[in-house]
């Protein structure tokens, strides 16, 4: 994730400390993302310092320690422009557990495959129901709202995911079953084909 890009998003017209830049984006972003631990934020404003995308210049304080204090460059305004506007691609291709317990459940057999879609189809009715919530609850905060949308959409996406996979793999699991499930998977493979 390119947190750095969010740091020079903050920074964009208001010089900060860490900590505030800690506040800062957790208010900003919201409970979807959950909290950003300092010290990685202090290693990716360290970089941003490095790459001359950010300033550091330090405020002395007379009752507690001196503070750093970050501000944007031009440098670091034009990578945020540059990244901000252009479109994002998915590079990483789509790597979820769910995958990996289909997987499990369809050499388990059919009454695996009906179990796990029915537990993972309660899971996600029941994430949908705290999503709509948490959206109520942060209905005036358009960002956060924005992510919540989000995850409201990716959620009911996969309970639709759900609906394909009973129908795809159910005859693979049935297979299995009829093998004993210890045919392995290729031989469920070819023999429903």
């Not at 550091?56 to 034009?78: C, F, H, I, W």
């Not at 609906?163 to 023999?191: C, K, N, V």
């Amino acid at each position: 994730m390119p947190l750095h890009h969010a740091v020079l998003a903050l920074l964009n017209g208001r010089p900060n400390h860490g900590y505030e830049l800690k506040a800062r984006f957790e208010e900003a972003i919201g409970p979807q993302w959950g909290g950003l631990n300092i010290g990685h934020l202090y290693q990716i404003l360290e970089r941003l310092v490095r790459d001359g995308y950010v300033s550091r210049s330090q405020v002395t304080q007379t009752d507690r320690p001196d503070k750093n204090l970050y501000t944007l460059t031009e440098a670091g305004e034009a990578e945020l422009r540059s990244w901000a506007t252009t479109a994002w691609v998915r590079v990483g291709g789509f790597r979820d557990e769910l995958f990996l317990k289909l997987l499990g459940a369809v050499a388990l057999g059919p009454q695996a495959l009906t179990t796990l879609i029915e537990a993972q189809r309660q899971t996600y009715l029941s994430e949908l129901a705290g999503l709509a919530r948490q959206r109520r609850a942060h209905a005036g905060e358009p960002l956060v709202a924005v992510l919540i949308d989000a995850a409201i959409a990716h959620t009911k996406a996969d309970l639709g995911l759900l609906d394909s996979s009973a129908q795809h793999l159910g005859p693979l699991a049935a297979a299995q079953g009829e093998a004993g499930g210890h045919g392995g998977m290729g031989g469920a493979r070819a023999e429903s084909a």
